[in-house]
């Protein structure tokens, strides 16, 4: 979690795009350039459209939200000397973990890892995207990836990365998803 003071800072300018004076959708009591009169309502924009949500100081993204759920879930599946109320309960907290394992696979899917080619050329690369990884010999002094191949006339796609990069890249690829589990009291 992060606080609302951190997340404008993170966004700065880019915070802009969501503002409903830069988008045309509002008039301005005052002539002349922006002077942030709209950036609450930009980052409310900004957190609605990213499934975020803002509570007190702190915003908190989808996960933290399910996570919250799941424990209230727990919660009330102690406290509730209904069983129907406790058993519903119970079966709401596994259905909530399920979703928030699945958000987490996506996230871990989505997850990228920046690299500079010894040309020059940078790329952003999902673990996917890494089909083999390379380490560096005596006769090359240089990491190879191997990438799918994006057109048809090419047989095997690679690039090469600087030596050090290698444990850099074997970690991230290595780096195991971690399924969530509800640990009761």
Known sequence: METVKELKERLGDGLCEYCPYTRGETQRSRIGTCEGDWCDEALQEYCDENGLEIDGDTVKSETDLLKESIRHCMEVE???HANKCGQDHHRLRGWLT???NIKLREEYDEE????QTLSGS???LTRGEIWALYKPTEKKPYVDIQLPDECEDCTNCHIRVDSKEFDRIKDFL???FESYEVVDD
Not at 112 to 115: D, E, F, M, N, P
């Open 98 to 100: 399920e979703l928030l």
């Open 78 to 80: 102690k406290s509730c």
């Open 174 to 176: 290595t780096k195991k």
């Open 112 to 115: 990228t890892i920046q690299v």
């Open 122 to 124: 940078s790329y952003s």
